[in-house]
Structures are given as C-alpha cells and as structure tokens.
C-alpha cells in the first residue's frame, strides 16, 4: 500500500507543483546567483547513499554539498533561503526522490554519514526502513536551527540532545509504522507548516 501510495501522490504533487517549483527555481537563480538545487549525499535504507535534492537556501560555499554539518551557522542562509526553510517550500524537489524511490513521503529523515556514525546499532534499526519527507521528529524538531543556534556548542546539542531523542522516534516509527499512521503524520505537518 505504501509504495503505491507514494508513487500515486508523488506523480499528483509533481502535477499540482509544478509551477510552483519553476517559479521558486527562477527566483533563487535571480535572487542567490549560482545553482537552483542543493544536492547531498545522505545515507537511506539498508545504509544506502543517495543524492537528496533540496532547494538552495544559503550561499554558495565549498565543500558543502559533500556531508558538512554547519550546526548552528545561519551566517550563510539568505532572505528568501529562510522564507523557503520557514514555509518548508525548500523540501519539494524531495519529491524526485520519491519518485525515484530512494525515499518516501514519511519515514524518518536522512542524515550525513557524519552521524549516521553516531550511535550505530540505533542507526541499523532505523535504516530498515526508507526515509521521508517528514516525520514525527520533523515536527517535534521543526525549530532546530533556532535551539542549535542559541547553543553554546552546538555540535554537542545536536549529538547528545537532538539527536538521542530524534533517534528514539525513529525507532517508534519504524516498529509502529501503519498506513493511516502515515496520513496522521502528514496532516499534522500540513498543519504545522500552515501555523508556521
């Protein structure tokens, strides 16, 4: 059911979207000079890497797209880079993702091999399953940017905070998950993307 779902909903959104990503692509290339797209490497089911596709939203740096963690550093996010993380707009080229099937509409998120490193046996748990869009610790955590930034070391939050507790969702998820469950959590991150 799900992957039917997905595929089925993903072809929908690409329909539904379509302007809407063009016109978000058109404004990135006039307003952040350089590539519309931010593509990094991330680890999925099975310990699989992939290319997540994001849209850009910080200035173009090097070395960025390789893996690197800027915990905290929102030096390099522009105006319309904030906008389009705010409104969560940045994660709509996920959607090739999923029609790609590295990943699903929900499941937990894929990380950087830099933490996928972390705490391993959690990690090869939560690796039976593909990761998505969204997911219970995307709403629970849908302001990290700002409780990394007001951190003293955010490296340390992120490992022994942040990420313990997104871990132990994850984990949840993929023990509890259910199709309808799945609906839930989709209705309630349209929910917290629309309260902002």
Known sequence: MKPLFDRLFCFLGLLLFSLLLLFIALLIKVLMPGPVFFIQQRTGRQGRTFKLIKFRTMKVASGKSSGSFDAGDNSRITPFGQFLRKTKLDELPQLFNVLKGDMSFVGPRPEVKQWTEVYPEKWKIVHLVKPGITDNASIEFRNEEEILAQSDDPIKTYREEILP?????????????????????????IKVVIKG
Do not use: A, H, S, W
């Not at 871990?167 to 309808?180: E, K």
């Open 165 to 189: 507790r997104k871990l132990d969702l994850y984990i949840d998820y993929v023990n509890n998950q259910t199709f309808l469950g799945d609906l839930k959590i989709i209705l309630k991150t």
